[in-house]
């Protein structure tokens, strides 16, 4: 039998669907994501914890969910909201049904919500706090998304990183269909030898970065955001990779005093919430965005060639380019709104970008970073 459910706005505002997944009350920061497809993807990056996130696309689940595609062992958003779930998923490759995936990890999914409306709220006002229940009323459930605590001044690295470290060792061989007429009989192309070893710093590490990483050449030793740059250094890595994560980049001191020592001591590569964490480390700063970058169709440019790329990004903070010194070129902006998509240093060799050049499913028009950050160690060791 349906269960109703409502998700209510710190504003006030309201909308009544029905539940899948788990039952219950839960609250976080809602924003929205605009790809069409990944859900899965997006229901297992790290960096959406303490966020309930709404798809735009209208219909979710279709494709059902496989272990393949995880980007993390166990979802991280607060809550689904979408407009309509499929309940019977077609795909050669599914597992398990959307529905009953959120089940088992006890994640509330809500349906039958007007998701343009939301999306066009929060574009109007910006993201803010919601709660998503089963068991509450209209004014319980408000009072419970406004009690909740904001996305800015939050730690969530602390939560999501890695307890220990590990070399990753998890499959990485790029899949494609076999081709007999070619005479390729399996469905995984070879990876290549292993050029350099660095070491990545865990905030939220996505799998699929470690995966490009290795199938560019890496062999990658993941350690936990709480690790000094001395123990790194220790390591005599070729480089060093900051990856992706949740929460504030400004709350980050801890992070931010390690990440300086490592400037010009080791060839550095930051994604996303590493590209903010290099800013704070450079002595810049952050600002929060309106309603944050999310989805797989965000225009960029690259100021150093002219290009124009079409990018996967998870961010609701970004770069205030103001407040980078003079030895710190922005190398990449947003078109939508102008803001910071890149950076590099001018004299050490360290660059960073917002987005995510290893976005599973795509686009994959960022694919060469990988391939820049393997050039920059070798320049580096020459």
């Keep these: 039998m349906p269960v109703n459910a409502i998700l209510a706005l710190e504003d ?3 909308f009544e669907g029905t539940a899948f997944g788990a039952i219950g009350t839960t609250t976080g920061e809602i924003c929205f994501n605009t790809s069409m497809t990944g859900y899965q993807e997006v229901i297992t ?26 980007e993390s062992a166990a979802p991280h958003i607060r809550a689904f909201v979408i407009g309509e779930l499929c309940e019977v998923p077609s795909n050669w490759r599914s597992t398990q049904s959307l529905n009953d995936y959120l089940a088992e990890h006890g994640i509330l999914g809500i349906e039958g919500i007007d998701t343009r409306a939301l999306t066009k709220h929060l ?18 459930a408000i009072a419970a998304a406004t009690a909740s605590p904001p996305m800015a001044g939050m730690d969530y690295v602390r939560e999501v990183s890695t307890p220990d470290g590990y070399l990753w060792t998890g499959e990485s061989r790029r899949w494609r269909l076999a081709n007999a007429s070619t005479g390729e009989d399996t469905n995984y ?16 590490l996505k799998y699929n970065i470690l995966r490009r990483l290795r199938q560019a050449g890496f062999e990658v030793e993941v350690v936990n955001s709480r690790t000094s740059a001395t123990e790194v250094l220790a390591k005599n890595p070729d480089g060093v990779f900051l990856s992706n994560g949740p929460g504030d980049p400004a709350a980050l001191d801890y992070i931010h005093q390690e990440i300086r020592q490592l400037l010009g001591e080791t060839p550095i590569f930051g994604i996303c919430l590493g590209n903010q964490i290099l800013a704070h480390a450079f002595g810049g700063g952050t600002f929060k965005l309106k309603f944050g970058h999310r989805g797989g169709n965000q225009p960029v440019k690259d100021l150093r060639s002219g290009k124009i790329a079409i990018t996967s990004q998870n961010h609701g903070f970004a770069v205030d380019p103001a407040s980078l010194p003079d030895d710190v070129e922005v190398t990449h902006i947003n078109l939508n709104d102008g803001t910071v998509e890149g950076m590099r240093h001018r004299t050490h060799p360290v660059f960073s970008v917002q987005y995510h050049p290893e976005a599973a499913p795509g686009p994959h028009d960022a694919n060469y970073f990988f391939q820049e950050f393997a050039d920059l160690i070798d320049n580096a060791k020459h």
């Design 12 to 14: 006030g505002r309201c």
């Design 45 to 70: 990056d790290p960096s959406y914890r303490g966020q309930i996130v709404a798809m735009t696309y209208p219909q979710i689940g279709n494709y059902g969910v496989n272990p393949a595609d995880a």
């Design 123 to 140: 574009r109007s006002l910006g993201a803010m706090r919601a709660c998503v229940t089963t068991a509450l009323n209209r004014d319980a």
């Design 189 to 204: 192309a070879d990876l290549p030898p292993v050029r350099h070893r660095i070491v990545a710093y865990d905030f939220g």
